[in-house]
């Protein structure tokens, strides 16, 4: 790709201002730190936004409940009950019930951050920085640990999970070395890794078709300018195919979460 | 002609998942269709099995960026 430009049409050098960055690179990931500090950068803001707005909304839905709920509290106590009932109960049982709070705090949060990808002037999710599902996953991590070993003790933790029962013991030798990647490694790396890798995907797919676009419009061969309103048309598809993985990666999120806690607390693995 | 075999790689790595995602769904929608009543009860199993798989679609992703190589004409 050269850095020379064609004719330049009116519309794109306005929209764009310059050339556009062709191609999409990891360094959008990586904004500049605000204001000289290196550390508050555009996800650090979308992040406190994120939890200012979740405040906010529960507490405003919560302040003055109704026996026929409002709009807001309708909303609210439909999050709250989808966590609780249709996936902490529905997943780890009746002992769910105690970890509602929870996932439903991870459901909105993750759901929140997901939707920022889309929202015009953000642009980005703070969920397409690895640091950020690390840290979601770790919380997982411990979480199902501590409740393991509350529940069984170290030993006995360890032995259900490494050492399944009713296997024949040669078996041990695939089996152990699996089950132990499984739950030190595989689960936390694939957790974060799935948020992660969904969220830089979607913000990659949606910058190639919307700079793409540009780079289209500013090409060389006439035939080619047309195709941008192809790109364009794509982005928007794309951007509500994002909206959709949004929510279903914070539902499944909150569902893997569940599931790695019933296999904690359940009796048998 | 200068470019990343990576997203060869990519496109080959997507196969499998493609068609283990697109098994976990048909069997949920014929599940469905035989016994809607379970729609709801299979829905977690649904998801819990198209995130474990599309996961290996996602590990491609993330490798295929982080082992990018280098130009070699630079």
Known sequence: ??????????????????????????????????????????FALMTWLAVAVLIVFFLAAYRNPKIVPTR????????????RDGVA?????????????YLATLF????????????????????????????????TYVLYFYWGI???????YLKMNLFPANVPWPMYAILTPMEFATLFVLRPFTLALRLFANMFAGHMMLLVFTLG????LNADAL???????????????????????????????VMLTSSYLQSSLSEEH | MYGSLAA?????????????????????????????ETAGLNRPNLFLGFAVIEVLALLAIAFGFIWQGTNPAQ
């Open chain 1, 1 to 42: 790709m050269t850095k020379e430009r064609g004719t330049v049409s009116k519309v794109a050098s306005v929209l764009s201002m310059e050339d556009p960055p062709w191609p999409p690179s990891v360094d959008e990931f990586f904004p500049p730190g605000l204001f000289g500090i290196p550390w508050l950068t555009k």
């Open chain 1, 72 to 83: 807001v509290q309708w909303l609210a106590e439909a999050i709250y009950s989808f966590n």
């Open chain 1, 89 to 101: 109960r529905e997943v780890i049982g009746h002992e769910g019930v105690r970890f509602g709070p």
């Open chain 1, 108 to 139: 909105s949060f993750i759901a929140l951050t997901n939707l920022f990808s889309i929202l015009p002037g953000l642009q980005v999710s703070p969920n397409a920085h690895i640091a950020y599902p690390i840290v979601l996953a770790l919380i």
């Open chain 1, 150 to 156: 509350k529940r069984h003790g170290l030993g006995k």
């Open chain 1, 213 to 216: 676009g540009f780079v289209l």
């Open chain 1, 223 to 253: 035939f080619l300018k047309p195709v941008s309103l192809a790109s364009w048309a794509m982005a928007i598809a794309l951007t509500i195919f994002e909206t959709l993985i949004a929510l279903l990666q914070a539902y499944v999120f």
């Open chain 2, 8 to 36: 060869i790689g990519y496109g080959l790595a997507a196969i499998g998942p493609g068609i283990g995602v697109g098994l976990v769904f048909a069997s949920y929608i014929q599940s469905t269709a035989r016994q809607p």
